[in-house]
């Protein structure tokens, strides 16, 4: 029985996902996940939003690691802001790469006339935390040396959104200087302790056994659930642990099991004195940036988040 609460337009969408095999999200195996969500991301992404120019780029290996990282490089067409806007792929930190985030950072730079560094961090299960979120950092550092007379923002959806806030952290630790954070519907708590994960076990979209599934991979070791960069929420329990860090947009959304722990972290925030910009996403589902083409509810809260980045950002 579909939950009245759920926009009706998305609620036709899903139907059609699930009744077509696209969802659940996750599989038995890692490469057949990956190639059911790489085909999902583009079949969903409806017209991409104009930009001026895409280029590829490489971030040289992290110190500390042997990987380069990939980047790409959305620059507005028309009038440009002076901002960079770091963009982290959602997908569960095994699932997704740079043309699966293609949509969503198009959608960004054109929106706001930023330019934006879409980062292609490595993936769980061959590589887990730390692995992601040093990537990330990676591509926030080269990121601010490219333009710095910048803005900048690290912002994420889901997965990426997770890894957002713990580079976030980092910067806040050890440089650059960030003006800003969005996330969107972010993962932050391994031990999926939060209400709105069984409220919400069953999705629509994204379901607890999702969230199980990928948890597995990319934190297998109970030892790293301590480590900030990973459990944001466990470094607001910490004297101080918040202080400090960038100004926020914390889109969550109604129906989605990871909607209070994102609610718990914009609390954590503004409790210790960051502005935070919230956004409830009423009727949404987890995922819905990546869904506006199915639905004008979810395109209308979308572009509330990203206006609500813009004035964060000062205008």
Known sequence: MTDSRLDPELATAIDRLGADGWLPLTRDDVAEARRNYRELALIRRGDAAAVGSVHDDVVVAAAGTDADVAVRVYEPAGERRAVTVVWLHGGGWVLGDLDTGDGAARRVCAHLGVTVVSV?????????????VTDAYAGLRWAALQRPSNQLVVAGDSAGAGLAAGAALLARDFGPRLDAQLL????????????????????????????AWFWERYAPEPALHGDPSLNTLRAADEPGGLDGVAPAVVATAELDPLRDEGRAYAGALEAAGVPVRRLAGDGLVHGYFGLAAASSAARVEGDRALDALADLLGG
């Open 120 to 132: 292609d961090y490595r993936l769980a299960p061959e590589h887990p935390h730390p692995a992601p």
């Open 184 to 211: 969107l519907y972010p993962g932050l708590d391994p031990a999926m302790s939060a209400t709105s994960v069984d409220e919400n076990a069953a999705g629509p979209f994204l379901t607890r056994a999702d969230m």
